[in-house]
């Protein structure tokens, strides 16, 4: 994240934005994926090739709004 943000040092300051990568984690049987803006449970579905069903039973969703920065699990 330092080179993606030309940082040199650990240092933040407040109200400093920060550019983060949208690459999904895998931690070995899922993907973790961060919701960005625009997102929607179908859309996310489709680039993984999974259901809207399958991605809310492995989070536990009762509806299909989403936040932007929240992390799902992607079953594979």
């Known amino acids: 994240m330092k080179r993606l ?11 400093q934005v920060l550019k983060i990568p949208s690459v999904p984690i895998t ?3 899922n993907i973790i994926y961060t919701v960005v ?3 929607n ?3 996310i579905a489709r680039r993984y090739n999974t259901s809207v069903n399958a ?5 536990n969703l009762i509806s299909d709004s989403l936040s932007i920065g929240q992390k799902l699990i992607i079953p594979r």
């Open 41 to 43: 449970l179908y859309q």
């Open 55 to 59: 991605i809310k039973n492995a989070n």
């Open 37 to 39: 803006a625009g997102d």
């Open 27 to 29: 931690d070995n049987e």
């Open 5 to 15: 943000n030309n940082l040199s040092s650990n240092f933040l300051s407040i109200g």
